[in-house]
Every structure is written in C-alpha cells, then in structure tokens.
C-alpha cells in the first residue's frame, strides 16, 4: 500500500485505496485490505462507497459486518452509488456482493470523503483511476506518556492526541510533549511580591515563600 502524504499533527497518513470491481471493462479486481495486527485504523474521515445497478456491498470488521449499503438501479447511471460513514475502529476493507445480477460494471472503494465531493461528480467514472487516496489514523501506546487521546478498543491505545496540560509539542512522537515552565509567564502562575514561582512537572507552578530574616533571605 503505497502513502501519498503523512501528517503527524493529525496522526494520519493518506494511502492508494483499492477499488474492488466485478464485470468492469479493462479492471481487475483489486485487492481487499487488511490492518490487523498494525497500529493503523481506516480513518472517520473517509466515505464508503458503493457503485453499479443493485449492487450491495460490505466493509466487513474481524468477526462482524460493520458498514454497507446498496445502490438504487435508476436509467441515470451517474446516480447508480449508495455512500456509507465507516465506523473509526474499522481495520478490514473487505467488499463482499451478494447481488444475483452480474450485469453491469460494479464497484466497491473507500475514499477521503472531502476528496470525493471535490473531484467525483459521477462515481461511475472512478472504474477509469487506478486508486483513490484514503485516509488512515494510527493507535499508540500512552501508557506512562504525558498526552490524552480519544481512545478506541483498548483504554490504553489512542489515535487522535494532544499533550496533557502542562506539556507542549506533538504526541505523536517519542517524547514529544515537553514540560512547559508556567513560571516564565506571570499570566501562567499566580506568585506575586515575596512568593517566588518554582516550576514543578506538570500544568502548574508552585509558590515558595521567601521571607526575610536578619539581613538574610530565607526560603519558606
């Protein structure tokens, strides 16, 4: 699977989609996908999409059956497609048809939804492209890492992070979120006059007291 782009900021990589074909002239039919056992998830930004008379298809999860549709049969063939949204845990592209008529070209793909609505007017003209770009999250370990993220089928896996309050940087990498020192900013911590600022790991500052005795300074 070949990728086109990857953003860290967003913790996706855009790839060629498949398109899995029956009876499309000069097609073949494409290979499924498969991301079990990989870090990487089919993206919510993405749309299924079904094309051809009659046709019902299926994205197909592990053990279950998770998103499909059917397409209408109308004499306008540019409205023969049916769209569907994938779940955001979906790991297997697996396009089933079940339908009795072989007529016709039909087809199966998943595609970054924005990219579609842009480029796409008649689905029946994607038989003629070799891909189409789709979008792919990726899931991390943020055990013992100082970043939240929306998590998915195990609490201690995430895929769309951010540092925790405290930190900046990007999650996404290896020690990538760095302390922030709240005590270099007088907005960020809230020691004034004899409270002197000590930064402490973390989203806050701690005030230490200073007061003076016999000439001296002495911290509190």
Request: net charge negative; charged share 20%; aromatic share 8%.
């Amino acid at each position: 699977m070949e990728v086109l782009n990857i953003s860290a900021e967003r913790a996706a990589a855009t790839v060629k989609g498949p398109i899995i074909s029956s009876n499309c002239t000069g097609r073949e039919n494409g290979v499924p996908l498969n991301l079990s056992g990989t870090p990487f998830v089919f993206s919510s930004d993405n749309v299924f999409v079904a094309v051809g008379c009659n046709t019902r298809a299926l994205m197909s999860g592990a053990e279950q059956d998770l998103v499909g549709c059917k397409s209408p049969c109308s004499d306008v063939e540019s409205k023969n497609f049916c769209l569907a949204s994938p779940s955001s845990i979906l790991q297997v592209f697996n396009q089933t048809d079940d339908n009795q008529d072989r007529e016709g070209c039909k087809m199966a793909f998943l595609v970054n939804q924005t990219w579609f609505k842009s480029n796409i007017s008649d689905p029946l003209t994607v038989q003629h492209r070799d891909y189409v770009p789709a979008e792919l999250s990726w899931m991390m370990d943020i055990d013992a890492r100082p970043v939240y993220c929306r998590g998915y089928q195990n609490k201690s896996f995430g895929s769309e992070c951010v540092c925790r309050w405290g930190y900046e940087g990007i999650p996404y990498r290896e020690f990538g979120c760095k302390d922030v020192d709240e005590c270099k900013e007088e907005s960020k911590h809230t020691c004034r006059g004899l409270l002197k600022c000590v930064n402490t790991t973390g989203y806050r500052g701690s005030c230490l007291s200073i007061v003076i005795a016999y000439g001296h300074l002495v911290a509190l």
